[in-house]
Nanobody, 128 residues
Framework: QVDLVESGGGSVEAGGSLRLSCGAS??????MAWFRQAPGKEREGVAS???????DYADSVKGRSTIWRDNAKKILFLEITSLKPEDTATYYC????????????????????????WGKGTLVTISS
């Protein structure tokens, strides 16, 4: 059984920062990612990272967020700064052993729809 457990959510004032963590039972996934879903909106990709550390970010968080993984501790992280009320959402950790092939390379694009494993989410609320 694969387990992904998010933590670090809560209430933060706009302009602040937060760090989310995702503990994984198996860190051998090729591609790990963060998604979020705001009330009344569709789930969207936030950031992704492959097992070589190559990262991809959604335009909405690019330049103010960082995703990384600690393979030794089996943890995926997401840090977002300059938080905005529109960052309010439930944030989900996701993982997959593969990824879409582009040319001859397996990739890990943000928002990849083929993620196989999901956490239950952690709520982030940004107050203005």
């Amino acid at each position: 059984q694969v387990d992904l457990v998010e933590s670090g959510g809560g209430s933060v004032e706009a302009g602040g920062s937060l760090r989310l963590s995702c503990g994984a039972s198996d860190i051998t996934y090729f591609c790990m990612a963060w998604f979020r879903q705001a009330p009344g909106k569709e789930r969207e990709g936030v950031a992704s990272v492959d097992n070589k550390g190559r990262r991809d970010y959604a335009d909405s968080v690019k330049g103010r967020s960082t995703i990384w993984r600690d393979n030794a501790k089996k943890i995926l992280f997401l840090e977002i700064t300059s938080l905005k009320p529109e960052d309010t959402a439930t944030y989900y950790c996701a993982a997959v052993h593969g990824g879409p092939v582009v040319g001859s390379e397996v990739t890990c694009p943000v928002g990849y729809s083929g993620m196989d494993y999901w956490g239950k989410g952690t709520l982030v609320t940004i107050s203005s």
